[in-house]
């Protein structure tokens, strides 16, 4: 796939290093690979709701205090909110999106289960302390932003 669109349907992002692909994308309608880097299709998704990758990240850092793995609001409308599992730039880096997460269950200290409202379990190398950490300030994200009434609805 050339460009693609985080939608509603994305569950995780997960670099992939092959010959012809950079990253997989497991959805709601299966496994997706692409040319683009996991942070490349971020981007080009804020785009694609209007918004842009640096501008996101700033106002969240500005409301949020947090300066380091920022969650990530893709689209207001449609719910869609990211987070890295490191810092956005690491060639390692992991993006969740939350909107159709259930649990986070913990495999070993270096390994965990993401579990979705589909029924899918993705395993991970991240440790599940890690993931709840961020999972729990994404969701402080959705909820300061529910709240703010003047914010745009994109």
Same mark, same amino acid.
């Given at each position: 796939?050339?460009? +693609? !669109? =985080?939608?509603? +349907?994305?569950?995780? @992002?997960?670099?992939?290093?092959?010959?012809? /692909?950079? $990253?997989? &994308? /497991? $959805?709601?309608?299966?496994?997706?690979?692409?040319?683009? %880097?996991?942070?490349?299709? &971020?981007?080009?998704?804020?785009?694609? /709701? +209007?918004?842009?990758?640096?501008?996101?990240?700033?106002?969240?850092?500005?409301?949020?205090? /947090?300066?380091?793995? =920022?969650?990530? !609001?893709?689209?207001?409308?449609?719910?869609?909110?990211?987070?890295? %599992? #490191?810092?956005?730039?690491?060639?390692?880096?992991?993006?969740?999106? =939350?909107?159709?997460?259930?649990?986070?269950?913990?495999? #070993?200290?270096?390994? *965990?289960? !993401?579990?979705?409202?589909?029924? *899918?379990? &993705? !395993? %991970?190398? &991240?440790?599940?302390?890690?993931?709840?950490?961020?999972?729990?300030? %994404? +969701?402080?994200?959705?909820? @300061? =932003? #529910? @709240?703010?009434?003047?914010?745009?609805?994109?």
């Amino acid at each position: 796939m050339e460009k +693609y !669109i =985080v939608d509603e +349907y994305a569950f995780q @992002m997960k670099p992939y290093q092959d010959l012809e /692909y950079n $990253t997989k &994308i /497991y $959805t709601q309608n299966g496994i997706i690979k692409s040319k683009q %880097t996991p942070l490349e299709i &971020i981007k080009g998704s804020c785009m694609a /709701y +209007y918004s842009n990758y640096e501008g996101r990240r700033q106002a969240t850092m500005h409301k949020t205090k /947090y300066k380091y793995k =920022v969650p990530i !609001i893709l689209c207001k409308i449609k719910g869609i909110y990211a987070f890295p %599992t #490191n810092s956005p730039g690491n060639y390692q880096t992991e993006w969740i999106f =939350v909107n159709n997460l259930i649990k986070i269950n913990e495999i #070993n200290k270096q390994q *965990s289960e !993401i579990q979705y409202k589909d029924g *899918s379990k &993705i !395993i %991970t190398h &991240i440790s599940a302390h890690i993931l709840n950490k961020q999972l729990t300030r %994404t +969701y402080a994200l959705m909820h @300061m =932003v #529910n @709240m703010d009434k003047g914010a745009d609805h994109h």
